[in-house]
């Protein structure tokens, strides 16, 4: 079966840090890239960052850009998301997301079930 | 930065019938526009991509058409399960500058 599976989400007050891990089964990890796609409580869907399949190339919102950083371990089969100074608007669902085998023209095609994250003193 | 609109914010259908749901980008995406479903209390799962070819395991009553800057998504007998918020995303610009998904479209029992 296709699964990512998210973990790591908690309350934890403004400026501090969390680190979100995603662990895949039932597909060649290395074969995809990934996306972390988050959503408010009530709000729309907002992309977070992106990974290659090699690691190599890395994209992160404006939002995020100087305080997340996103990587992979193929061996693993796992995803982190390290998120530092965190902010109030940051707090919501954070999913890791599959992009398709044949790339990202072709949609994100497998989500994991979401990790909350509450940013709150 | 590319801004997709989705509309109506709701619609209120009845069980049977036809839902179109539109998203409209403010510059061409060409055909780079997916769709998404998400149930309530659900992550998203990938209904269309290409604007129009639907995803492994999505029933035909779903259907995309579009391009450029017009992008309809088109449920043509609603069942009980498709309830739900219908995002719209565009990857024309890869990576993203500024909000790639549009904000959503509830459909709603009537």
Redesign the interface.
């Known amino acids: 079966e296709l699964q990512l599976v998210e973990s790591g989400g908690g309350l934890v007050q403004p400026g501090g840090s969390l680190r979100l891990s995603c662990a895949a089964s039932g597909f060649i990890f290395n074969h995809h890239d990934f996306n972390w796609v988050r959503q408010a409580p009530g709000k729309a869907l907002e992309w977070v960052s992106y990974i290659t399949r090699s690691g190599e190339i890395i994209y992160y919102a404006d939002s995020v850009r100087g305080r997340f950083t996103l990587s992979r371990d193929n061996a693993k089969k796992s995803l982190s998301l390290q998120m530092s100074s965190l902010r109030a608007e940051d707090t919501g669902v954070y999913y890791c997301v599959r992009v398709h085998e044949a790339g990202y023209h072709y949609g994100m095609d497998v989500w994991g079930q979401g990790s909350t994250v509450i940013v709150s003193s | 930065e590319i801004v997709l609109t989705q509309s109506p914010a709701t619609l209120s259908v009845s069980p049977g019938e036809r839902a179109t749901l539109s998203c409209r980008a403010s510059q061409s995406v060409g055909s ?1 526009l ?1 769709w ?1 479903q ?1 149930r309530p209390g659900q ?4 209904l ?3 604007a129009s070819t639907r ?2 395991g999505i029933p035909a009553r779903f259907s995309g058409s579009g391009s450029g800057t017009e992008f309809t998504l088109t449920i043509s007998s609603l069942q009980s399960e498709d309830f739900a918020v219908y ?1 719209c ?1 565009q ?1 024309n610009n ?11 479209t509830k459909v709603e029992i009537k």
């Open positions: 780079n997916a998404y998400q992550a998203p799962r990938l269309i991509y290409i995803a492994t995002y995303q990857y890869w990576p993203p500058h500024g909000r790639t998904f549009g904000q959503g």
